[in-house]
């Protein structure tokens, strides 16, 4: 059976406790994970702590930047191992998986290496009250040993969106990758090995949070900056944990995310981006939208529309021909997701669609699977408007006016994205500038510039990543300021 090994020090460290991983597509157990205690977490920080005084500490950016191209030409040399990994422990549909959580899990070190060669710090001249001249300048330290909290919903590339700012920034990384996900982390540290990356660089602990791995990385005094993905409420026990010391933490939590159709949208589109926001990676991606609004004049037609997407999609597992759609995560997930699928009903919701479970067979037949879903009919008070659910659903809505989609759309705790469909650019941009949000598509959805801003407002997170923000987070900015 596979053997998930924490990776400390360069080496794959075996513990006495392990967990078993299993596959949500057929929930066979796929291997045995194995739980870091605090004596693993206290090795890993030394090692982080020894090797920014070491190799790496020296290494030029220059360097630094070649070999973070070389961990990314290497994921790609093994592409297929990382895409036999993921599938394994998400079992979201190969051709999602190959088309993006790999080649971003690669590029995602590529573009921070680049970034970090190229961008420049402030310098300013002025004059002294005496009359002389000084001149400050900016450098860039790194922050020291980071904790890297992750999700499993996009393992490795929420990973790599982390690890490759931090490393190029010169940070060492102590990784907790999600224990329902722990292949891509491990694999990578065998990429790290390879191409040479110095001891304690890049650490792998595996385990869970609350008096686990996640837990011991968070409150551990030697970790200087935590940069977390998951549920608000996990990040609300790792501020405070971080508060310890008053470390630094980038969160990037949860959202409820509204899409907006106008009448005058393209409806084709309209329909294609709102059939992949609701429900790609069987609606499990943060950016999601669970709350949908369509202006009254297109409503009934787009509910129709969207039904018959919803039912077209193809549900099964990773090779399943034409498949569209794949299981939850886990059992306790896809009980989660059912609980508010009988929610809905309970609470007097249309059900358009699906509300269930599918019946599967062959290797299937014990997956995780659930029914792609919408419902109509319910009050914005409803639980399945109000909370974060993270499964292939979403409530449709009409609206008459702008202003009230608007109000719509900003009736939430959180503020992580919105995706909005019209053709009218004034709107378009009106709309961008009133929802409360830290990502706003227009006639797109989850389209990325890689050198952009990423993260959310109110619940959704602290920070922004991406691009030189994440220089931001990683790096400690010292001036320095000399008088002539
Ligand atoms: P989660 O919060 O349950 O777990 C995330 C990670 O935190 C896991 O590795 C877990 O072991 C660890 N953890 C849990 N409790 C901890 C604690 N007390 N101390 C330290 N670590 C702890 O989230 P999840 O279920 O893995 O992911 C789904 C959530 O992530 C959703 O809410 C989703 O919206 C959010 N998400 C947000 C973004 C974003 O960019 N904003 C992206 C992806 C997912």
Redesign the pocket.
């Known amino acids: 059976m596979k053997q998930f090994h924490n990776f400390i020090n360069s080496e794959f460290v075996a513990t006495a406790k392990t967990f078993e991983n299993r596959n949500p597509a057929t929930n066979e157990v796929v291997g045995q994970v194995h739980e870091a205690g605090q004596r693993e977490v206290d090795a890993a920080v030394a090692a982080g702590r020894a090797a920014l005084k070491g190799e790496w500490g020296r290494m030029s950016v220059v360097k630094r930047s070649e070999l973070l191209h070389a961990v990314a030409d290497e994921i790609n040399r093994r592409f297929d191992d990382f895409l036999a990994a993921e599938l394994a422990d998400t079992g979201k549909p190969r051709s999602l998986a190959s088309h993006i959580d790999i080649p971003r899990g690669a590029a995602n070190f590529k573009v921070f290496a680049d970034i970090v060669k190229n961008v420049p710090t402030e310098s300013f001249q002025m004059t002294t009250p005496d009359g002389g001249t000084a001149i400050s300048y900016g450098v860039r330290t790194p922050l020291g040993v980071v904790g890297v909290?992750?999700?499993?919903?996009?393992p490795l590339l929420?990973m790599t969106w982390k690890v490759g700012p931090a490393l190029a920034c010169g940070n060492t990384v102590i990784v907790?990758?999600?224990?329902?996900t722990p292949a891509t982390a491990t694999l990578l540290g065998e990429v790290m090995n390879a191409v040479g990356v110095p001891k304690g660089v890049y650490q792998v602990l595996h385990g869970?949070?609350?008096g686990s791995a996640?837990?011991f990385?968070?409150k551990h005094p030697g970790v200087n900056g935590i940069t977390?993905?998951?549920?608000?409420?996990?990040g609300e026990?790792?501020m405070a944990?971080a508060a310890k010391g008053v470390r630094p933490v980038s969160f990037?939590?949860?959202?409820k995310n509204a899409g907006i159709v106008f009448a005058d949208a393209d409806f084709d589109k309209a329909i294609a981006g709102i059939t992949r926001s609701a429900f790609e990676n069987c609606g499990q991606v943060?950016l999601g939208t669970e709350r949908v609004y369509v202006q009254r004049p297109i409503f009934e037609k787009f509910v129709a529309a969207l039904k018959e997407k919803a039912e077209g999609l193809k549900i099964g597992g990773p090779d399943m021909p034409g498949v569209g759609i794949g299981p939850l995560i886990s059992a306790e997930h896809k009980a989660k997701v059912l609980s508010y699928y009988a929610k809905a009903k309970a609470e007097g919701a249309t059900i358009v669609t699906g509300g269930g479970t599918p019946t599967m067979d062959g290797e299937y037949a014990h997956g995780h699977f659930v029914q792609p879903t919408i419902w109509t009919g319910l009050p914005e008070s409803a639980s399945v408007i109000r909370e974060?659910i993270?499964g292939p659903c979403c409530h449709i809505a009409p609206f008459d006016t702008e202003e009230e989609a608007v109000a719509l759309a900003n009736a939430t705790d959180y503020g992580?994205a919105t995706t909005v469909w019209t053709q009218d650019l004034g709107k378009a941009h009106r709309m961008a500038a009133a929802i409360e949000v830290g990502l706003c598509w227009i006639n797109s959805w989850f389209l990325r510039d890689l050198r952009t801003a990423?993260g959310?407002a109110k619940a959704?997170?602290i920070g922004r990543e991406g691009g030189v923000h994440s220089l931001e987070f990683y790096t400690e900015l010292r001036n320095v300021m000399v008088k002539l």
């Open positions: 909290i992750c999700p499993w919903n996009l929420l907790k990758p999600s224990e329902e869970f949070g609350p996640g837990e990385i968070t977390f993905t998951g549920e608000t409420r996990t026990a790792i944990a990037e939590l949860g959202g943060c974060e993270f992580l990423f959310g959704s997170g």
